[in-house]
């Protein structure tokens, strides 16, 4: 499979052929989903916290005794049905939501990502992508120049580029990522790449065992 591939300035130079070990799999919606939803239960924060009766302070001392005094027969003034008493069945930080996938599973369904990417045309390829200096500018303008405009797109760099990474990390619709930080959710989040042909070069080196 062919790719246009756009130089600095936004403009069509060529063609670049991809990979078809990366880019040419057959889709499996199956295996998609099941790691993207144990990516997201995975990164799911547990901050909802309520104290059970055991936890909250006082209650120690039964209010009243059991017979005689007409009222009804408590226990404890940290019952659940007490002002300022436990919760019954909140929510703890204890929950664990996390899911174990395997490395297999999780390089596939990135692969297969990356081929919808490819064969819906939301693979955007560029000759190059260097920056002399910090310019966030430089990257909104690219971005407005290719057919990514106004939609929201993931720069997929070779390795570690300071100059890009803190150029384009403030725009709105942009996010840069490094080949090796590549996962099936992030692809999905965005709905274009835009990756450097070095970044092609790298994720083969990377993906494909010999």
Same mark, same amino acid.
Do not use: Y
């Given at each position: 499979m062919k790719v246009a591939t756009y130089d600095q300035e936004g403009k069509e130079v060529g063609q670049t052929l991809l990979p078809k070990e990366i880019f040419g799999l057959e889709v499996n919606q199956e295996l998609i989903h099941q790691v993207v939803v144990s990516q997201t239960a995975n990164r799911r924060q547990v901050s909802a916290?309520?104290? $059970?009766? $055991?936890?909250?302070?006082?209650?120690?001392?039964?209010?009243? &005794?059991?017979?005689?005094?007409?009222?009804? %027969?408590?226990?404890?003034? %940290?019952?659940?049905?007490?002002?300022?008493?436990?919760?019954?069945?909140?929510?703890?930080?204890?929950?664990?939501?996390?899911?174990?996938?395997? &490395?297999?599973?999780k390089r596939l369904a990135l692969l297969m990502v990356l081929s919808? #990417?490819?064969? $819906?045309?939301?693979?955007?390829?560029?000759?190059?992508?260097?920056?002399?200096?910090?310019?966030?500018?430089?990257?909104?303008?690219?971005?407005? #120049?290719?057919?990514?405009?106004?939609?929201?797109?993931?720069?997929?760099?070779?390795?570690?580029?300071?100059?890009?990474?803190?150029?384009? &990390?403030?725009?709105?619709?942009?996010?840069?990522s490094q080949v090796k930080d590549l996962n099936a959710l992030d692809l999905l989040t965005f709905k274009y790449l835009v990756m450097p042909k070095e970044s092609i070069k790298v994720l083969k080196e990377t993906m494909v065992k010999d």
């Open positions: 916290h309520t104290k $059970g009766r $055991g936890q909250v302070s006082g209650g120690g001392k039964k209010p009243w &005794r059991q017979k005689g005094t007409g009222r009804a %027969r408590h226990g404890s003034t %940290r019952s659940p049905i007490w002002r300022h008493g436990g919760i019954a069945f909140g929510p703890s930080r204890d929950r664990n939501f996390k899911k174990k996938i395997n &490395r297999k599973m919808a #990417k490819a064969k $819906g045309n939301f693979l955007l390829v560029l000759e190059t992508l260097k920056l002399e200096k910090i310019k966030t500018k430089f990257i909104a303008q690219l971005l407005q #120049k290719l057919p990514c405009k106004n939609e929201s797109a993931l720069i997929v760099l070779p390795g570690m580029d300071k100059n890009v990474i803190l150029a384009s &990390r403030n725009l709105k619709n942009a996010k840069p």
